[in-house]
């Protein structure tokens, strides 16, 4: 694996499970990674709704300042993430919805988490989509199948069970833990099957 000292941008949308959004962006803060987050209205919702943040900050999130962690308004399409000259290591969405995975398939653009999606791939960089959503109808998957042939990875929310995982921080870890191995960010948690 490369160095942590990697620009990431990390989109969170209306997917329920901003529990693995909260969890990923500590351990790539905690690596070393500089974090560009852009939330959408749905996500500031279920942030408020699954783990009672009402006001997106470091102090929020993740209990501590952060001075290498940046939050975004999904309105302001004049920052640094809407531009192709902006150089990050890549984007995940964490969680991604039904909804954003279409506006991605779709090349649309008008907010700002769409559009540093659309620059992403664009640019050919890393675009990982955590889409949490179940069951799938043909329409999802046509749409991950779209952008996994635009150079996008569709990575989603199933957390593996042959580690024995006891609590839901088990599985939430198990997930990151994938994530990070995408984004080649370095990280200690527990992923790998032993023999």
Not at 53 to 71: H, K, M, V, W
Not at 95 to 117: E, I
Not at 165 to 178: E, K, N, W
């Amino acid at each position: 694996m490369s160095q942590n000292n990697k620009t990431i941008i990390v989109g969170i949308t209306g997917a329920s499970g901003v529990l693995y959004a909260r969890r990923l962006v500590d351990v790539l803060s905690k690596a070393g990674c500089q974090l560009h987050v852009v939330a959408s209205d749905p996500a500031r919702q279920l942030l408020a709704d699954e783990l009672g943040i009402t006001e997106l900050t470091a102090e929020s999130l993740l209990g501590r300042a952060d001075d290498n962690l940046r939050f975004y308004d999904n309105g302001d399409m004049a920052s640094r993430p809407a531009s192709g000259s902006f150089q990050s290591d890549g984007m995940v969405i964490c969680p991604c919805s039904s909804n954003t995975l279409a506006s991605v398939a779709c090349g649309q653009g008008n907010t700002l988490l769409l559009r540093s999606a659309y620059v992403t791939l664009k640019q050919r960089r890393r675009l990982i989509l955590v889409h949490r959503e179940t069951p799938l109808t043909a329409i999802y998957l046509e749409n991950m199948l779209l952008i996994t042939q635009a150079g996008g990875v569709i990575c989603p929310a199933n957390p593996g069970f042959y580690l024995a995982p006891t609590t839901i921080a088990d599985l939430v870890d198990y997930m990151v833990g994938r994530i990070c191995d995408l984004l080649e960010v370095n990280h200690n948690l527990s992923v790998r099957w032993g023999i």
